[in-house]
Nanobody, 120 residues
Framework: VQLQASGGGLVQVGGSLRLSCVVS????????MGWFREAPGRDREFVAS??????????ADADSVKGRFTISSERAKKTLYLQMNSLQPEDTAVYYC????????????WGQGTQVTVSS
């Protein structure tokens, strides 16, 4: 599975961005797709995940992204999305898309990352 993330950029506080992750390679019917982010000086952290079929969306702890971010997939375009609204400076990070086989503990397929910078 190959992943190609895009859509990052510079946005002002309160703005929105939609990240995309184009997926190629093997059949994804049994995969979980995820978004992670890594801010300067911090460990990479989980943001959201979804079954490739579109079910069971999950988000990081409520205070961080839930209610502002929405994960979705469009199977016909083999694309994963992360809609990010009401962006804050603490959302500044490199965002990565990732994939794993359902039931596996670790994500073992990663995209190259896309930079999101929120300016105040």
């Amino acid at each position: 599975v190959q992943l190609q993330a895009s859509g990052g950029g510079l946005v002002q506080v309160g703005g929105s961005l939609r990240l995309s992750c184009v997926v190629s390679g093997r059949t994804l019917s049994n995969y979980v797709m995820g978004w992670f982010r890594e801010a300067p000086g911090r460990d990479r952290e989980f943001v959201a995940s979804i079954l490739w079929s579109g079910g069971n969306p999950r988000y990081a702890d409520a205070d961080s992204v839930k209610g502002r971010f929405t994960i979705s997939s469009e199977r016909a375009k083999k694309t994963l999305y992360l809609q990010m609204n009401s962006l804050q400076p603490e959302d500044t990070a490199v965002y990565y898309c990732a994939a794993k086989i359902r039931g596996e503990l670790r994500y073992d397929n990663w995209g190259q990352g896309t930079q999101v910078t929120v300016s105040s």
